[in-house]
């Protein structure tokens, strides 16, 4: 089963020749220059998809068998393509890279990232001699890291920008699982190999995670540890310590509460006496834990404060700095003036110049178009004056007609018209 999921798996490795040809063993370069490239090439990008996909940041070469070990077989050409990597500084021994700049915890980093026994000599290792324990040899894929190590820091400073944490609190936070936590804990060896964390043991020679603090700088600006941070810290734990400490001490008197009650029950009046005696002095240390507390809040508050007034005073001078460099560029009431008198004449000559555009190009084009209007206007009144539905003019010249036409009717009779009916031999006389 390969270590890649299936969606990110390259389509080189999913040919069955072309994977073959992936774990055979690996040619001179002289001999077969494309053999070799393809190899080296490919086998980088899966070590690299490998390492990213599981959130592996660091492996050996016995490791890397393993992972890309396919029906019993395992690549065989592994051990060349890491030695190339290493040439290229695309990957690092973890003993280099936990060594990269002066650290007050580097005895914390060997005792807990280092899993081999820390034998290797830098020079050894930059010697490559080989060693018994070469397989075994932890590298670090620095380009995945310094990756991954980024979004966390993004996701980290959103919520505890500029604020110290130790380790164990961080990796209660994100739930990191126990088996995760070496990667985890590498993630921020590379942010503060390039300055963009700061870290510091609190007690030497000591790999607990509680005694590693570390500082979530800005992303974009890098502040050491200070005392002032030490400080805010270790009210938050003294704060810590006493919210515990006062829950514990509470329980106790509503314990002694109630074994009073059960005396009473039982009629041992002295026992109940002394557990309520008991109560009470646990409920004086509550009260002035408690007070304790109150001030740790007061003071953890004014700090915040103070913290806030200075960010935003920083802001100010910010602002400030901005304005005299603009004032200084020579922006003044003068010259806003003169640049608005310019804006409203060069706003008058494009106008003028868009008038122009719009005029037309040939002086007799409105002669042209009145002559082409009176031809439609003769055509349309030709058509009205030929439609069947006549118009008012015409109604007018009709009347007109009529009164001049002259009809020859026969006059009317003087005598009584006499009418036949032809059916019953009637007749009838009409006057």
């Not at 003993?95 to 026994?117: D, G, M, N, R």
């Not at 304790?292 to 100010?316: P, R």
């Not at 190009?361 to 042209?368: G, M, T």
Request: hydrophobic share 35%; proline share 4%; charged share 30%.
């Amino acid at each position: 089963m390969t270590p890649i999921p299936e969606e990110k798996l390259p389509e080189f490795f999913k040919d069955v020749a072309r994977k073959n040809v992936l774990y055979a063993p690996l040619r001179s370069k002289t001999v077969n220059p494309i053999d070799w490239n393809f190899k080296i090439t490919s086998w980088k990008q899966l070590i690299n998809l490998y390492c990213s996909s599981n959130k592996v940041f660091c492996f050996s070469l016995e490791s890397l068998k393993v992972a890309f070990q396919d029906n019993g077989r395992t690549p065989s050409c592994l051990e060349e393509v890491l030695e190339n990597m290493l040439q290229n500084k695309e990957i690092e021994p973890l003993v280099i890279f936990i060594e990269k700049k002066p650290k007050t915890w580097i005895e914390w980093a060997k005792k807990s990232l280092i899993s081999v026994p820390f034998t290797w000599s830098l020079n050894k290792m930059k010697n490559f001699i080989i060693s018994p324990d070469l397989n075994k040899l932890e590298y670090v894929p620095l380009d995945v890291i310094h990756h991954e190590a980024d979004l966390l820091l993004k996701e980290l400073s959103i919520i505890h920008k500029n604020e110290v944490m130790s380790l164990a609190e961080l990796i209660q936070e994100r739930n990191i699982d126990v088996n995760k936590q070496r990667d985890f804990e590498i993630l921020f060896v590379s942010l503060y190999n390039r300055n963009k964390i700061d870290m510091l043991e609190t007690e030497e020679s000591s790999i607990k995670s509680e005694n590693l603090l570390i500082k979530i700088c800005d992303p974009k600006h890098y502040e050491p540890i200070s005392e002032v941070d030490l400080g805010i810290h270790t009210l938050k734990a003294n704060e810590k310590a006493l919210e515990k400490n006062i829950e514990f001490l509470t329980e106790s008197a509503n314990k002694c509460k109630d074994e009073a009650k059960a005396f009473i029950v039982k009629g041992q009046k002295q026992l109940a006496k002394a557990s309520l005696k008991k109560k009470h002095e646990i409920e004086l240390r509550i009260n002035k834990k408690a007070e304790t507390l109150y001030n740790l809040h007061t003071l953890w508050n004014k700090l915040q404060d103070m913290t806030l007034s200075e960010e935003v005073l920083d802001s100010y001078k910010k602002a400030l700095g901005a304005f005299e460099g603009t004032l200084n560029k020579g922006v003044n009431t003068d010259a806003i003036d003169d640049t608005m008198l310019k804006v409203a004449e060069m706003l008058e000559i494009q106008s003028d110049m868009e008038s122009a555009l719009g005029r037309s190009l040939l002086d007799n084009e409105d002669e042209d178009l009145e002559r082409e209007l009176e031809d439609l206007m003769e055509n349309d009144k030709f058509n009205n004056d030929n439609k069947g539905s006549p118009s008012r003019d015409n109604d007018e010249s009709l009347i007109e007609a009529m009164k001049t036409l002259e009809l020859n009717l026969p006059s009317v009779p003087s005598s009584p018209v006499i009418v036949h009916y032809s059916d019953q031999n009637m007749s009838k006389e009409v006057n």
